[in-house]
């Protein structure tokens, strides 16, 4: 079995640990494998109410591992070639998966977060991240590469073009509280208080009604490319559904009960 990524379930709340802390939790084939077939398992299971994804060690993902020669490949393949390949049946897929998530996911950056990792951060629903954590988009000045995974859809629409466009070209150190501060993450925690705070947030989390969080991320993508009357409609037909749910009754009669909401599958 391969242990790249470790799973545990405990309280409704799944957790995925990038488990390769002596190379910083690079990105192996085995481990990216593992990580879509994790991902695909758990959004079947009926027990999981929200995903954190981190890392063991020092960092939380350094991004896929550039040692190619650990790659299986076709006879006078291009490099090119192969890793689009693999972009297509493993590393797309993966973002894709976390999109189409039926629960929300929350990323715990507890350190180093460069290249491929800040892309799978950045496809989660919520982010938080140690204060002594840090991102950096290793692509185009190291490497001569775009960003990938995703992050040149999400960057400029977290934190606009021109930080995003000279974080991508110069690879300057992004540090966990200016992260926060430009709107890339949701919260940058004291060390100290880190693992209390993923913990509390997941729990929040996991507890809302089922489903909402995939209408939420859906909702917000089509409203980039919406005019302001389709994301009206949008939200009209959406709310049409989502108000005759039991879940809209629940949190109606907890609200005139003043208590919480106890929302089932």
């Known amino acids: 079995m391969n242990t790249d990524i470790l799973l545990s379930v405990q309280d409704h709340i799944a957790t995925l640990t990038f488990n390769r802390p002596q190379s910083l939790n690079s990105l192996s084939l085995g481990s990216i494998q593992t990580l879509l077939q994790q991902l695909r398992d758990l959004s079947v299971r009926s027990d999981v109410r929200a995903l954190v994804l981190t890392g063991q060690g020092r960092g939380f993902c350094a991004g896929w591992q550039l040692d190619m020669d650990q ?16 972009m297509a049946e493993y590393f797309n897929p ?3 998966a976390l999109n189409d998530c039926p629960f929300p996911t929350l990323a715990a950056v507890n350190g180093v977060c460069a290249g491929a990792g800040v892309s799978l951060a ?8 140690h204060q002594s954590a840090s991102f ?16 040149t859809w999400k960057m400029p629409r977290l934190v606009g073009w021109a930080r995003a466009q000279a974080t991508a070209l110069l690879g300057e150190r992004i540090s966990a509280e200016q992260a926060a501060q430009w709107g890339m993450i949701w919260r940058a925690e004291p060390d100290a208080e880190f693992q209390s705070a993923v913990h509390d947030t997941a729990q929040r989390l996991s507890e809302g009604p089922p489903g909402i969080a995939k209408e939420v991320r859906q909702a917000h993508h089509a409203a980039q490319n919406n005019s302001l009357a389709q994301q009206l409609d949008l939200e009209r037909q959406r709310q049409r559904v989502l108000l005759d749910s039991p879940h809209f ?3 109606v009669a907890a609200f005139v009960q003043k208590r919480e909401p106890k929302f089932g599958d």
């Open 249 to 251: 009754l629940e949190g």
């Open 71 to 86: 790659v299986p490949g076709i006879e006078g393949e291009s490099l090119g070639v192969r890793q689009s390949h693999l």
């Open 136 to 151: 950096v988009m290793t692509f185009a000045p190291r490497l001569g590469l775009i960003p990938d995974l995703g992050a």
């Open 94 to 96: 993966v973002i894709e």
């Open 122 to 129: 950045l496809a989660c629903d919520v982010v938080i991240a």
